[in-house]
């Protein structure tokens, strides 16, 4: 059986633009498909950005063209038009319109591409067309360290993403691109409602170091050829699946990263606020790093969130390895075992667990923090 | 001729608080001084910000004892009550009434002092009072690697200040202490205005990682000696002079630092928000870690402040080693020498100057971002 959904297929390319793997992507669907997007919310964007936001501004798409190596970001008009002509190129390869053609760029900011290996990449990716997924997820990495994908099947329908970041893109920033595809039929404004839910509930909730792509966009496509039209709440139940996965393998591989950490804060007015404070600390991050049960740099993160809380309220818990140990409870450090709740944090996943009354959870994903962060984004030069 | 304003009287003991140094300071007035303070926002604070903050609301203070090597934060009760009794203890060796003496601590979270050890401390720095403010400095150090103090003498008075920061708390956070004394004689409410503004202009405009401490104090002590009633605008510049100084001594000796970043934005809605989105990007202070000229970065971090600005019309340059590169103009890169800007940026002050059009000017003191800050925060255990 097919890893793939119904409908469609993928190519991938080496033309040039990074030194090793594949460079160009295409994703194509048999015919037009429902299509929707989230984008970055950078005031700096990278051409493709604008352009892709207008192409699939109908709910509908036929195809995506991908190039990582070069963002074509801070590229002046020139971007513009290199962008567009990466669409009718795709366009001319896979038989379709251009403007049936979303472009996503990942990769050095300031740059103009070079269209001459682009040209050639996108003719090799168009005939290269299959069911196989790893030439197309090669060609969308940049310094990850693992490819990503995740699947769900569900109602006699499948849903497929894969995904890059949060690797270091040479020069510049990390980039999270993330295309998701689903044989369901669904018919384009239920899948951009759909599709905004599920992003702000898992990519929108991932943050390795606080800072935002200029090139950073998630699209979903709908070919409808399993001939199932599903509940939007099961269509959401499996979105969510694949991207929450998605989202935890990006966290996971985070740049210099050695363990996936998944922020919970229950109650307070804004617990969504006090797990990204946390989630964003420095001092926190480093703790993991080093598998420190440093409680009193969590309570700070809280505590600087903005969110008014009560400090002696407040039931603060590490669990990492199968354990849970609780840190801290009305008011004072608990009697924890340091050295034991230390080996657990060895472990490559850590919940800290905040609780501060009753009332919503939520969740951010993100990584520790190390010497191989700063090797990464210190030690390479523009 | 004195260092310190007329009026004052500092000392310093150690009392095995922390392993080195001085751990307990004393900083008296001759008599009831003006006073008032600016302190931590962290929803999660030590006991001493509280009572301190009491305190001070008459406008009136006669002295400080304040400690190191323990912040005595998440105490519960018995932390309430061992600020309280710090301040009769330096009370009884000074000679004055409890209520107005203000109490300051910084050091490890979770802990309760041991109130022996403060006692002995502080009847020693009682006994020790004297001109030299070195035993004092010493006092409120932790993983500061210099002691900072600032100096500035006008119109017939002094102003001097000391502080401390943002080395690391073994194990918690960075904590920023400031006190700072003058022979001027003014009056409380006057002093109060002032001392907000001096201190949102100064020690409000520094970073280091972004985190913000459960202690964080901000003090300032008019003795009225000098005989001298100075203008407003006077006492403004004298105060900002000395604090501006001690921002960027702190700035300069942050966690892991090899240099003192400071970032000037000019023009649109809020460019002292884009001046700290960029400083507190960690891609931004890795590239400074690493003397690179990474533009894209900055204007990455710049672009995802929230503030709108016009990328075409941006002119980023950067300042350092006596040079001025320009980087970005007109919406692309500017023709600069990559391998020249980089040795200018081994110097230890750059200025990054990002213009956005006309308008007002914010600057934001900060500190590149190394192996150290991993080493410091990573590799010490709670």
Known sequence: MAVIPKGFLLGGARCGLKNRRNDIGLLVCDGLASGSGVFTTNTVRAACVDYTRAVIADGRL??????????????????????????????????????????????????LLDMARVERGIAAAGQALGGDPKPFMDAILTTDLVEKSARAETGGGVVYGVAKGSGMIAPNMATMLAF??????????????????????TFNRLTVDGDTSTNDMALVFASGASGVRPAESDLEAALTEVCLDLTR??????????KLVEVVVTGSADPLRIAR????????KTAMFGCDPNWGRILMAAGRSGVLFD?????????????????????????FDAKRVSTALKSDHVVIDLRLGEGETATIYTCDFGYGYVRINAEYHT
Do not use: K, Y
């Open 180 to 201: 998701v595809m689903t044989d369901f039929a669904v018919d384009p404004d239920l899948l951009g409602n759909v599709w905004r839910r599920v992003s702000g509930a």
């Open 249 to 258: 393998q990006i966290a996971r591989d985070g740049e210099g990263a050695t």
């Open 277 to 284: 404070t946390i989630a964003e600390s420095p001092l926190v």
């Open 62 to 111: 036929r195809a995506l063209v991908v190039n990582s190596g070069n963002a074509n970001c801070c590229t002046g008009e020139q971007g513009e038009r290199d962008t567009a002509r990466m669409a009718e190129l795709a366009a001319d390869a896979i038989g379709c319109r251009p403007e049936e053609v979303a472009v996503a760029s990942t990769g050095i900011i300031g740059h």
């Open 311 to 335: 400090p002696q309220t407040a039931i603060l818990s590490l669990r990492a390895s199968g354990e849970d140990h609780t840190l801290f409870e009305g008011g004072s450090p608990a009697g």
